[in-house]
């Protein structure tokens, strides 16, 4: 069965940087689309981020862009999130999730289309 499998979150000054990665297994990824979502208490579950895995089209939610990077490694089955200028307003669960490339004009934003998900790590910054 498709695992993923998220690590490297921590504690982090406001003004660093993090870099979280997502193991994912159980199946080949190429005809899927590989999100980063983020939940913070009291909030509902946000996008990030996403890549299509074989082209390696991303998107990005507007908080993020320009700070954080999303990439992927076939070799290694593995997703990345480049986590830079972090702010208190980005601690948050962090999890991973994966989907069927999604068809023309379907959003890539939207959490229950997905239909994986990692158990999350957790992003804590410090002011």
């Known amino acids: 069965q498709v695992q993923l499998v998220e690590s490297g979150g921590g504690l982090v000054q406001a003004g660093g940087s993090l870099r979280l990665s997502c193991a994912a297994s159980g199946r080949t990824f190429s005809n899927y689309l590989m999100g980063w979502f983020r939940q913070a208490p009291g909030k509902e579950r946000e996008f990030v981020a996403a890549?299509?895995?074989?082209?390696?089209?991303?998107y990005y939610a507007d908080s993020v862009k320009g700070r954080f990077t999303i990439s992927r490694d076939n070799a290694k089955n593995t997703l990345y999130l480049q986590m830079n200028s972090l702010n208190p307003e980005d601690a948050a669960v962090y999890f991973c999730?994966?989907?069927?490339?999604?068809?023309?004009?379907?959003?890539?934003?939207?959490?229950?289309?997905?239909?994986?998900w990692g158990q999350g790590t957790q992003v804590t910054v410090s002011s």
């Open positions: 890549i299509i895995w074989i082209g390696g089209s991303t």
């Open positions: 999730a994966a989907r069927t490339i999604p068809s023309p004009g379907s959003k890539v934003t939207t959490s229950n289309e997905y239909a994986y």
